[in-house]
């Protein structure tokens, strides 16, 4: 690529040289000083003589079209090249952005102040101000080439009307100067403008349900158009700082050319020089202005890409990564307990845990209760390691989470949570999710223990039927199923009910907990509820309350204590529930 571009850069350097020697062709005297400049091989065989310069005058426009023919091949193999080679780089970072955004911890997700829509803004939109910017950074090494090459002509005709010429670059670098600085600015904010547009637009489409319940459509198109007119403003002073750049220089580059036309009719009419040097250094001089044009709008475009650069690489350097052990230890095979100790988690200033104490016999069923905010789901996302302790430790077997290989940490466990997320795609690669190296023949077996082959069965294309954008296809307890299933194939000993069935009917609870019941059989369950009329058949129930573990203990002994649990459950028992659970 750099080849091709040296290329451009040669053969567009020859045009000038060839004009000029077009017009010496038109005086005999100096067609004839063109012999210094031809190799003595072409003279041996064609000299340069009064008698062949009929000849040389009858082909030599002939060059022309072979010139631009080679100079345009150049172009367009330098630009092909270059610009696939862009897209390339920005495929690759915008595959390490994914490959870093799906391990970022969710302490990362919980601080963004754009949400996911403003990650999105950064993969695609900031990325694509990148690549443009890549393009810009090829003109950084090909046009100073060429204006040296155009620069280094002017000096062989004229030197001294080439230093007069330079005396304005120093101008035309302050200018490019002052608006990149402007630039940068306003670069940022334009970006954080195209995260809102984006943040603003999602959050539209992810809650149109709601949007059109509540008759929001007027809301979110004030919403919209107000931070578009945000993005509006900040893009027209990006624009305009852009644009002002060519007009102020071209403005001095008009006194240039004046002062050339004066000093060269000056020398031609009062001192007899000839008229062809200067004719040629004028179209070498206008040549020249491209690359220069071209390196300014590459300073002033850098400058924005240097914004997005900075905002990209804040994602792929973010430390707010689970940080993965140099020598990870395998999960421990035949282990016994899970033990929580001393645990505290800090967010945001706020102690989330403070200091928790647990231990959990393999094949136990932990129920854990408590109003919300206690730590439920805090204590077992970390045992998960979506994020890890600010103090205390989590052992298996003694051996610290933090010390097994995360990958195979996460096989173990299964998770399946009120609010189901299911990928756009079939049924069947929703459940085989679970774990894709499974054997992929026991997908009916697992969806027929979740209690959702039925469903699945009657729908027009069975296991292969898409499920829409977040399972947009099933309703919720189909969804609820499906996860279920998943969680049956991934075949984990550890696993995580958080509020399962707390968003379903009767009917749907009642089909979804037969799953759960074959799902818990011989697994370590860590079951969240605010239903207590879910957990009374649990091995043990674990209170919270304000990042605490309060009380623990089976469903009758808890009853008998009357302390935080006995609370729960007069609050959310009527009379006959209470009467049905305590003859359990």
């Known amino acids: ?36 400049f031809v190799p003595s091989f072409i003279q041996e065989r064609f000299p340069l003589t009064g008698e062949n310069r009929r000849t040389v005058a009858t082909w030599l426009p002939l060059a022309f079209p072979l010139l631009y023919l080679t100079f345009g091949l150049f172009r367009y193999l330098h630009y092909t090249l270059l610009n696939y080679t862009a897209e390339r780089i920005i495929a690759s970072i915008r595959m390490n952005l994914v490959r870093k955004i799906v391990r970022l911890n969710l302490t990362y997700y919980s601080t963004l102040e754009r949400g996911s829509g403003g990650l999105i803004s950064r993969v695609f939109n900031d990325t694509q101000l990148l690549q443009q910017g890549l393009n810009f950074y090829a003109d950084l090494i090909r ?32 200018v490019t100067k002052q608006v990149s600085r402007s630039l940068r600015k306003y670069g940022n ?43 509006l403003d900040t893009a027209k002073k990006i ?78 350097e ?20 899970i033990e929580f100790k001393d645990v505290s988690f800090n967010y945001g200033g706020e102690m989330v845990l403070k200091n928790v104490n647990l231990t959990v ?30 103090s ?33 795609d079939t049924i069947a690669r929703n459940i085989l999710a679970g774990d894709f190296e499974k054997d992929p023949s026991r997908l009916e077996e ?11 069965t009657s729908t027009t294309k069975g296991y292969e039927s898409p499920v829409g954008e977040r399972g947009g296809f099933l309703s919720g307890g189909e969804k609820q199923r499906v996860s279920i299933a998943r969680a049956i194939f991934k075949d984990a000993p550890v696993l995580i009910l958080d509020e399962a069935t707390s968003a379903l009917d009767s009917v749907s609870e009642m089909e979804v907990q037969k799953g759960l019941n074959r799902l818990m059989e011989g697994r370590t369950a860590f079951v969240i509820a605010h239903r207590l009329s879910t957990v009374f058949n649990a091995d043990r129930i674990v209170v919270m309350k304000k990042g605490e573990i309060v009380e623990q203990g089976t469903h009758e002994a808890l009853l008998e204590r009357k302390g935080e649990y006995y609370n729960f459950f007069q609050l959310q028992m009527n009379h006959a529930e209470r009467t049905r659970a305590t003859s359990v």
């Open 239 to 316: 624009v305009m700082r852009e644009q002002a750049v060519s007009p102020i220089n071209e403005f001095v580059i008009s006194f240039l050319v004046m002062g050339f036309a004066f000093y060269s009719i000056n020398q031609v009419l009062n001192f007899g020089v000839d008229g062809t040097e200067f004719i040629a250094f004028l179209i070498t001089a206008g040549l020249l202005q491209a690359p220069i044009k071209k390196l300014q709008d590459a300073g002033v475009k850098i400058q924005q890409s240097i914004v997005v650069t900075e905002r990209v690489f804040s994602i792929l």
């Open 361 to 390: 016999r393999r094949g136990e069923v932990i129920a854990l209760v408590g109003e919300s905010g206690s730590g439920k789901s805090t204590l077992v996302n970390l045992l998960e390691r979506f994020y890890d302790p600010t």
């Open 143 to 174: 046009e100073p080439i060429q204006a040296f090459v155009y620069l280094g002509y002017m000096i062989f005709l004229d030197w001294k009307l080439t230093l007069f010429a330079l005396l304005f670059l120093p101008f035309f670098l302050i």
């Open 318 to 337: 973010s430390k707010s990564q689970v940080p993965v052990p140099a020598e990870p230890r395998p999960f421990p095979e035949n282990w016994k307990t």
């Open 1 to 36: 690529m750099f080849l091709l571009g040296l290329g451009v850069t040669a053969v567009g350097g020859l045009v000038p040289v060839l004009v000029q020697t077009l017009l010496n062709v038109y005086n005999q005297e100096e067609f004839l000083t063109l012999q210094r």
């Open 392 to 424: 205390g430790e989590i052992f298996i077997d003694g051996v610290s989470l933090s010390s097994i290989d995360l990958k195979a940490l996460r096989s173990k466990i299964a998770l399946v949570t009120q609010d189901v997320f299911l990928f756009r």
């Open 446 to 456: 697992a969806a027929k223990s979740a209690n959702a082959h039925p469903f699945i």
């Open 189 to 231: 904010l334009g970006r954080e403008s195209m995260e809102d547009l984006t943040a603003t637009l999602k959050e539209t489409v992810d809650g149109v349900r709601v949007v059109q319940s509540f008759n929001l459509e007027t809301e979110m198109e004030r919403r919209f158009s107000t931070t578009l007119n945000h993005y």
